[in-house]
Every structure is written in C-alpha cells, then in structure tokens.
C-alpha cells in the first residue's frame, strides 16, 4: 500500500501563487496515475490535474493555463504549481495515486485565498 503525504497548503492573496507537494512511500507506485483533487464547502470533489505514464498530464477546465503538475520520480514526490489564484480555488486538496490493485489518498491540505 501507498502512503502519501501532502504539504503546501496555506492563505495566499488573489492572483498569488502556492506549490503542493505529494510524496508517495510503501509499495511502487511506479505506471500508477498520480494527481490533485479538490473539494470545497459545500461543493462535489472534483478533479485539479493528473499525470500519468510518460508524463501525460490533464487538467480540470477551471485551472487550465493557471496551474501545473510535474513530478520528480527520483523522490517518489508530484507537485502542483498554482498561479493566479483565485477566491473560487479556495479548497482542501486531496493527492491521490491510482494504481491497479487500487487508489490511495492523501489526508488533504487546505488552500485559502482571500485578502
């Protein structure tokens, strides 16, 4: 099993920027899908971005352009770049890995934006 740990979360201005980080330790995770959810007050979870095998990436519609997912598989860690931020971003974002024998999730990290 996969144990993710998020950081990077915190209160940021309009137009601001934050960078999560997601490290993955146990078992491989290595060909599983690893990426960002988000879920607000109120509101569905719904997908940030996701990367894949040969670093195919995708990305909600509300994020597109603003924010970027990469990750360094020397340290089993995917990151989320987030640029612009805006009042509506604000959310508890959740990493995930989805391998075959199942998806993990991370505890979650908020993300404010206000001023």
């Known amino acids: 099993q996969v144990q993710l740990v998020e950081s990077g979360g915190g209160l940021v201005q309009p137009g601001g920027s934050l960078r999560l980080s997601c490290a993955a330790s146990?078992?491989?995770?290595?060909?599983?899908?690893m990426g960002w959810y988000r879920q607000a007050p109120g509101k569905q979870r719904e997908l940030v971005a996701s990367i894949g095998r040969g670093d195919v990436v995708n990305y909600g519609d509300s994020v597109k352009g603003r924010f970027t997912i990469f990750r360094d598989n020397a340290k089993n860690t995917v990151y989320l770049q987030m640029n612009s931020l805006k009042p509506e971003d604000t959310a508890v974002y959740y990493c995930?890995?989805?391998?075959?024998?199942?998806?993990?999730w991370g505890q979650g990290t908020q993300v404010t934006v206000s001023s």
């Open positions: 146990g078992s491989s995770f290595r060909g599983g899908v």
């Open positions: 995930y890995i989805a391998l075959l024998v199942g998806t993990s």
